[in-house]
């Protein structure tokens, strides 16, 4: 970590099944994000296996616990970079060392910005950027998020930013079209809750399959 010159890391603002988000403050002030992923939570390994199944290119082997963290945290370091390079709009990755993911931090200073859930006003524009940061996923990035939801979407400035995506699978994958479907159903879902006008998911899975082919 001294590549980052971390002056020091704060206190946990956020916690799930799977890891810890940590704000680091650097010695220029700016802060990035932390991801420490659990080394020896029984569901957490059980999770990961799903998921890795679905993913064949995954380099990750399961000899022990740590080592599936190891590569876990590797293979969002690898999604997030992968989506990053493409446009979609996804958290800066700067370096994964075994279970520690260092990337951009989405907020202001060390407050974190807002989960989709919570953001009070939904707009139809946020939707729309949302839908088009999917084709650019699925299209140029060749990859499905696989859990996209109102709760692994930040919101800052009123513009959605996609995290979590370990578990991110390559488009042409066994199970990749039933996650994008899955997907696709989350946002709509949410969105139409809010009293936003949507898309139906079968004329956004047409348009996208179409622009994969092409």
Sequence with gaps: MRKLNIESVLGAIASGKEARIYPAKLRDGKFIALKIYYTSTASHKRALRRYVSLDKSADIRFTSTKELIYGWARKEFGNLNRMFQAGVRVPKPYLVIKNVLAMEFIGDEFNKAPLLVDVQEVTNEMYQDLISQIRTLVTIARLV?????????MVKDEVPYIIDVGQ???LDEEGASELLIRDLYNLTRFFSSRGIEVIPVEELLSSLTSSTLG
């Excluded at 998020?145 to 979407?153: F, R």
Aim: proline letters at 8%; a negative charge.
């Design 145 to 153: 998020h696989g859990d996209l939801s109102e709760y692994n979407i």
């Design 168 to 170: 991110a699978t390559p």
